[in-house]
């Protein structure tokens, strides 16, 4: 058996080096066939998205901070907590504990407000640098809300289960959002007229 794949390798090589070179010289020639016609333009596809960034980039970043505070008013009415109790389970969304026990609950559906009414009326003026500080302020500020809640969540006793749900969480993370799409319309540089 050893000497089978030496005999083989033998008589596999010659054919595999022929065909290397008959490759090298196909490659060679169309290389000089396409030397004679002019170079193509090149267009890589990271100039192109960002130059569509760059001529689209106050407007996608409006629609996002949009999304994510419409995501976190959406979130505030579905359920955010999930208490069990022996047998017995019971939901709670925002509005509930808002109504029930946090009073500062109420400051994320506002401000939330505030910055759609803002997009929205201020679509065809420019001012971003405002849109920018208001969005990231009360991102910030429903972020600090809602993080109190987690804590107050997790601090129940072992009789008392509760659970954050994951509408909860998806209200969190657009509000990170909002925050992070502020803190973009801040930083970014004006356009020269």
């Not at 949009?66 to 509005?95: E, H, M, N, R, Y």
């Not at 026990?101 to 640098?129: G, I, N, T, Y």
Request: glycine share 6%; net charge positive; proline share 6%.
């Amino acid at each position: 058996m050893p000497g089978q794949g030496r005999y083989l390798s033998r008589s596999v090589a010659p054919s595999i080096s022929g065909f290397r070179t008959l490759c090298h010289e196909y490659v060679r020639k169309k290389r000089n066939c396409h030397a004679k016609s002019p170079p193509l333009v090149r267009v890589s596809p990271s100039s192109t998205v960002s130059a569509l960034t760059k001529a689209q980039g106050p407007k996608i970043l409006r629609r996002i901070n949009l999304s994510a505070a419409i995501i976190v008013l959406i979130c505030f009415f579905l359920p955010w907590v999930q208490v069990s109790c022996g047998g017995a389970k019971d939901t709670l969304s925002g509005l509930d504990l808002a109504r029930q026990e946090d009073a500062f609950l109420w400051l994320a559906p506002m401000l939330m407000c505030a910055v759609v009414v803002f997009v929205l009326v201020r679509v065809r003026r420019e001012s971003p640098k405002l849109l920018g500080v208001l969005s990231t302020f009360s991102g910030v500020i429903v972020l600090f809300v809602m993080n109190r809640e987690r804590m107050r969540a997790h601090n129940t006793s072992g009789l008392i289960e509760a659970q954050l749900t994951g509408w909860f969480w998806l209200g969190f993370i657009a509000a990170a959002v909002v925050v992070l799409s502020g803190i973009a319309i801040l930083l970014r540089k004006p356009r020269a007229p």
